[in-house]
C-alpha cells in the first residue's frame, strides 16, 4: 500500500545524525520529506562513536586542509546551535621518544590548528615541558616523556539526543519518519529512483512511497540498500568500511583530569582516553571489516590492546579485563580505498551521484559526527538542483535547538 502523506519531495533511507541533519535541513526549507530507518534513530554508526565533536588534528598530516577546517569552522556552530550538548573538552597529547611524531611537529600541528580556527571560542594550544606535562597530568608514564600540548576540541556525551533533536525539529517542519521501517528495493522507472518499497518490522507490513529524490544515508548498509536494488554489484562497493571498538571503564588511579590524545606504543596508532559521563572511555581501534554489519562486536584482542596501552600511558591504572563495564563496536562507513593504513583512509563525505546509470538517486560515503550538518546542506542542495527548483537558503547553522542557550 501507498504510505501517507506522498508523493514527497525527498525520501531519506537511514536515521543516523546524517540521515536526521538532511530530513531537518530538508524540512526547513519547507520541502515534504520522508526519513525511513529500519531499526531507530540513530541506532547505528552514530551511536558507536568516540562522542567527539573535534577538527581532526591528525588529518593534517594526510594534507586534508580543507576538512581540518570544515570540521573546525563546524565545531564552532554546534557549540552554538546545541549548547546544551556540546560541551567544550580540554585534551593533552603527550609526546614520548618513540613516536613517530617529535615536539617541533606537534607544536606545528598545534599552531597550524589554531590558525584555522581563528575565530573560535575555545582557548588556544599551549605548551608544556616535561615537568610541566607531569605537573598537570601527574598520572602520565614519565619514561621517555619529552613533552605535552593541551589544547580544546568539544564533547557530546550522548550523540544519539542530537540526531533525535534533528528529527523532532524536521517532525515539527513537516517531516514524516517511520523506524522499524526496512527499505528493500527502490522503484525504478525508465532509468530513474522513483520512490522505495519498505517493510514495516513491527507488523510485517509492506508499503511504496514516492519521491523526486532518494538519498541513501544508511550508513554502513549504503551498498547493502544499492545492491538490494540491483544497482551495484559487490565488485563495485561505494564503501571501505573499518570497526572501531570502545572500552568503558571506571575512574582509575592515574585517571586524567583532561582527556588524553596519544600514540599507541606497540603499533603508533592514535587513540583517545576521555572522560565520558562520570567514567572513561578509552578508544578506537580502527581495523578493516568485510563482515556483516548487522553482527559487529569487539573482540578480545581488541579489548586487551586498549587495555595494555592503557597501562603504558598510565602505569597506575593497572587496568585488568574484569576493569571493563562494557565494550562496543562500531562501523565507519568510509570511501572505499584498496590498500594502505587505515588511518590514512580519508574521512571526507561524498555525495554520489549515481546518473547516468540512474537519475534521482544520491547514496553518502563517509563523513564525520563533526560535519554531519554541513554535509546535509550540501546534500539539499543538490536535491533541490535535482528537483528543478530554487530553495531557500540553510538555516540549519543558526537555527538552535530546543534547549541550546
Not at 619529552?146 to 542530537?162: G, K, L, M, N, S
Not at 528543478?388 to 538552535?400: D, E, Q
Request: aromatic share 8%.
Amino acid at each position: 500500500m501507498e504510505i501517507e502523506g506522498g508523493p514527497f519531495d525527498i525520501i531519506v533511507v537511514g536515521g543516523g545524525i546524517n540521515g536526521s541533519g538532511i530530513a531537518r535541513d530538508a524540512a526547513l526549507r519547507g520541502l515534504q520529506v520522508l526519513l525511513l530507518d529500519k531499526t531507530d534513530i540513530a541506532a547505528g554508526t552514530t551511536s558507536w562513536s568516540s562522542r567527539l565533536i573535534h577538527g581532526g588534528l591528525r588529518y593534517l598530516e594526510h594534507g586534508e586542509i580543507p576538512l581540518v577546517y570544515e570540521s573546525l569552522r563546524e565545531r564552532e556552530r554546534l557549540l552554538h546551535i546545541a549548547s546544551h550538548l556540546v560541551f567544550p573538552l580540554p585534551l593533552t597529547l603527550p609526546v614520548y621518544s618513540y613516536h613517530k611524531r617529535g615536539p617541533l611537529t606537534i607544536r606545528a600541528g598545534m599552531i597550524a590548528y589554531d590558525l584555522l580556527s581563528w575565530n573560535k571560542s575555545l582557548p588556544r594550544h599551549r605548551m608544556y615541558s616535561r615537568a610541566g606535562a607531569l605537573a598537570h597530568e601527574p598520572g602520565l608514564n614519565p619514561q621517555d616523556l619529552q613533552t605535552a600540548a593541551r589544547y580544546y576540541d568539544a564533547q557530546i556525551v550522548f550523540p544519539e539526543r542530537i540526531s533525535v533533536e534533528n528529527m523532532l525539529d524536521a517532525i515539527a517542519h513537516g517531516a514524516i519518519v517511520r523506524n522499524r521501517a526496512r527499505v528493500d528495493d527502490l522503484i525504478l522507472e525508465a532509468g530513474r529512483v522513483r520512490g522505495v518499497r519498505f517493510e514495516d518490522e513491527s507488523t510485517g507490513a509492506r508499503f511504496t512511497a514516492r519521491g523526486g529524490v532518494v538519498v541513501n544515508v544508511a550508513g554502513p548498509w549504503v551498498d547493502r540498500v544499492l545492491r538490494d536494488a540491483g544497482i551495484e554489484t559487490p565488485d563495485n562497493p561505494l564503501l571501505g568500511v573499518t570497526k572501531g571498538t570502545h572500552l568503558v571503564v571506571e575512574p582509575f588511579p592515574g585517571a586524567p583530569s583532561d582527556a588524553l590524545y596519544i600514540e599507541a606504543k606497540t603499533d603508533g596508532r592514535p587513540y583517545f582516553i576521555i572522560p565520558w559521563n562520570n567514567l572513561y572511555l578509552i578508544g578506537t581501534t580502527d581495523d578493516r571489516y568485510d563482515g556483516d554489519p548487522n553482527r559487529v562486536v569487539p573482540t578480545e584482542d581488541e579489548i586487551a590492546y586498549l587495555l595494555e596501552e592503557t597501562n603504558v600511558a598510565i602505569p597506575s591504572a593497572a587496568l585488568t579485563r574484569d576493569s571493563v563495564c562494557y565494550a562496543y563496536a562500531g562501523l565507519r562507513p568510509l570511501p572505499h580505498h584498496e590498500g594502505g593504513s587505515e588511518s590514512a583512509i580519508s574521512r571526507r563525505h561524498i555525495i554520489h551521484d549515481h546518473a547516468p546509470r540512474v537519475y534521482g538517486l544520491l547514496s553518502i560515503v563517509g563523513g564525520k559526527l563533526t560535519t554531519y550538518r554541513n554535509l546535509s546542506e550540501q546534500t539539499v542542495d543538490k536535491v533541490g538542483d535535482f528537483l528543478g527548483v530554487v530553495l531557500p537558503s540553510s538555516t540549519s547553522a543558526t537555527i538552535l535547538f530546543s534547549g541550546a542557550l
